[in-house]
């Protein structure tokens, strides 16, 4: 028997939702093994580190801004976060920008950030898993009791039961000729930008909410998620209109822009030290499939992501992590 043929079950994705299905099915004593194709873990959650001249360097939320939890399960993991200290809360409510006029009004509802920011999420899920990383999926075929994943250089892994914690947009090549339903799901694109800067703008809020702006529809002042000491630094996300008719455009050519948008707001920006610019194809759905998830007992096939609805809040970590868990419940029922 070859070391795949051990494993249990494939997990493609290291995204929230793949990883939370991956520490339920371990905790049930399958033996698991998720493949991503980028560097790291966490998906959309996701902090860019970046080095400085000066020796120091800043990490900034480029994806997921922050975290709710409303869920129970999910108030758990907040809790463990919250004493171990790997989280923090980071605010109840943003200032709001509207025709120019900036207001502070306040939800009271908490919002959570890890101290190293939003990929420590996923790295904390990751912990004690098997993760392999920098491998894209291509291909997923059946040969008698098992899934075979490939990538483009050939097999990568086998299992009996395979977990796609894909954007339903990007599923398609891999589910042809599958007799399996592609969910019908539509996602917003997003530019997003950070600027790492050497003096702090003058503000007093974590974050600015914009609405009716024609490029901008959040400014945070990222380094107030973080231990004292960080540069202060901003992220900057486009609205979904304009990233959309901005699409095809390249980091460097979108970034001026967008920095000149935030200057618009904010007034002169203080020297910077670098700034980055990112392109989110599938950032958040704008149409999601019924249900927490697919799980195809008879194929062993399952779906799980934000690409579905497992309760009636936004599409957003939460659904990610929800939609995992319920997977694996499905899986280990
Ligand atoms: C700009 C932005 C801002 C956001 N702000 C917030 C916020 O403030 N609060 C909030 O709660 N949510 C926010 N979200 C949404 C949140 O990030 C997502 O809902 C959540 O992270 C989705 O997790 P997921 O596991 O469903 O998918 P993903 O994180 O997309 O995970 C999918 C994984 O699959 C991998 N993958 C894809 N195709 C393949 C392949 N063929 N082979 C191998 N690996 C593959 C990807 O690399 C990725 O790691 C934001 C998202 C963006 C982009």
């Known amino acids: 028997m070859t070391a795949e043929a051990a494993l249990d079950v494939l997990i493609v994705g290291a995204g929230l939702a793949g990883l939370a299905a991956a520490r339920d099915l371990r905790a049930s004593g399958r033996r698991v093994r998720v493949l991503d194709k980028s560097r790291g873990v966490s998906g959309r959650a996701a902090t860019r580190r970046v080095s400085l001249s000066d020796g120091t360097g800043a990490r900034l939320d480029h994806g997921a801004r922050f975290f709710t939890a409303r869920h129970d399960r999910t108030q758990q993991l907040v809790q463990a976060g919250l004493n171990d200290p790997w989280l923090r809360e980071w605010a109840r409510g943003f200032a709001l920008w509207e025709h120019g006029t ?58 009996p039961t395979v977990i796609l914690n894909v954007p339903a947009p990007q599923l398609g090549p891999l589910l042809t000729g599958l007799d399996i339903h592609v969910p019908d799901v539509e996602y917003a694109p997003a530019w997003a930008a950070g600027i790492v800067l050497r003096n702090d703008i003058e503000a007093r809020w974590p974050a600015l909410e914009l609405r009716g702006h024609p490029v901008l529809e959040w400014i945070a002042r990222e380094h107030t998620k973080r231990p004292a000491g960080h540069p202060p630094a901003l992220v900057l996300q486009a609205t979904p209109e304009w990233s959309r008719a901005n699409l095809e455009r390249t980091p460097d050519d979108v970034l001026p822009e967008l920095l000149e948008a935030a200057r618009r707001v904010l007034g002169d920006l203080p020297d910077s030290h670098t700034a980055f610019a990112h392109r989110w194809r599938y950032a958040t759905p704008t149409h999601r499939a019924p249900g927490a998830g697919v799980w195809d007992a008879t194929l062993a096939l399952g779906l799980c992501g934000d690409s579905f609805t497992p309760d009636a809040h936004g599409p957003r970590v939460e659904a990610a992590l929800l939609s995992g868990w319920w997977l694996a419940e499905q899986i280990t029922a």
């Open 102 to 159: 900036v207001s502070e009004p306040t939800d009271g509802h908490p919002r959570y950030v890890p101290w190293e920011g939003m990929s420590a999420l996923g790295k904390e899920l990751a912990h004690g898993l098997e993760i392999q990383t920098g491998v894209t999926i291509t291909r997923l075929e059946r040969q008698g009791s098992l899934w075979e994943v490939s990538d483009a250089s050939g097999v990568v892994a086998r299992a």
